[in-house]
């Protein structure tokens, strides 16, 4: 009875030993990667195409405390691997001083039932490394992509070389150790560091200059070409102010005149009258609204006596005759051969406006000594052209064949007065006043 109670304890303590000595193995020794296939045919790990496989960590595992302890043999469905995997890749092979180019840094880490491979990421971070000669001038961190069972970690990182001794030489990026532990989940059991160490990775320094030169100096770029350029585009800015300057001056003269002019006609109560773009306008809008009518009711007596009316304030001012403007009530009804125009934004003011041009004054006014220019001649020969047949039919009856007559007219009427308002405003008005005043 006493041997099988011996026998039986030392039994049960080696049984206990195996167990407590089971953690450390399992946490520091090597990670097996849990596959779905079949127990009778093991399936590898998959991993993506085009990984390089990095070499083993450089930091070797402490051997075992007690002979006995030993890396456990991999259960069916798993393969062992490396717990953690890193590598480089620049944008480029070839570099000048001073140059930045891109590196990028890929971390895969494990990720099995049991165990969680945990790295120090902020080692990676663009203050903390450390690529000596290489400057890290910034970086990116970039979200993880997960490929069961796999955590791929990635880092973008900005760097440059500032230093004149490595011309024409290749100089590695120095090899960088990645630091990780192993974790098995549950439990939250946790085993030493360990370290990954990265290999180093060559680059080409170019050089711009020959190797015997020892003082490096930008030459300058600037040639007499380039100052005379410049000085060209001195003077002509310069002549462009001059011309900007004057023309400012002159636009101040002629509003300070304007600005006078209104002055004394408030003293004197004189009531200024309507300026010529203003009357034409009004000219349009009545032919405009004759036409509307004409064409929704058809042409008729009224209709033809009010765009001769229009027509003939329109004609006047061509011919730098006088409009008749009355400043009038409300009470003041409006006669016929009259138009009524509202002037002014704040006290509106209700003007009639009537002329008595007629077809024969534009022909007589153009063949006894008014010499105007082939653009005004022809605008006053349509506007006379048209006051005929207004007038026929204003005091006649139209029919049905003079409609056609009557839309024409009324439409070439339009445009030319339409012309003439063109030149009264302020733009055309202002370069013909420079030209009379410089004498041209």
Known sequence: MRIKGSALIVASTLLVGHVLLDVPVLLDGPVYAQTQAPPSRPAPVVVPQGTPPPPRPAASRAPASAPAIAPRAPKPGEVESDPIRCWWKADRTSVRVGEKFGLVLTCSVIETGPITVVPVLNQLEPGALSITPFEVVSGVSHDDVVVSPWRYIQREYSVRLLSDGFFGQDVTIPALTVTYNLQERGSGSQGRDQQYILPPLPMRILSLVPKSVDDIRDASGQTF???ESRRFRASLATTTAWVSFAFAFVFGIFALVRAT?????????????????????????????????????????ELSRRA???????????????????FVGSEVAEREGQLTVYSGWLRRQRVLLSAATTSRTIVSAMNNGHNPSANTRANLASISDALGVLSAAGYGRPTKEDATALDSALAESTQAVRRIRSTTLWPRRTAHALRSFVGL
């Open 308 to 326: 001769s009316s229009a027509l003939r304030i329109a004609g006047a001012v061509a011919l730098n005759r006088p409009v008749s403007q009355k």
């Open 225 to 227: 070409a380039s100052i």
């Open 261 to 301: 002019a209104q002055l004394r006609a408030k003293k004197k109560g004189i009531v200024k009258p309507l300026s010529s773009s203003s009357v034409l306008g009004a000219s349009l809008k009545a032919l405009a609204r004759v036409k509307e009518d004409a064409s929704q009711a058809g042409w008729t007596s």
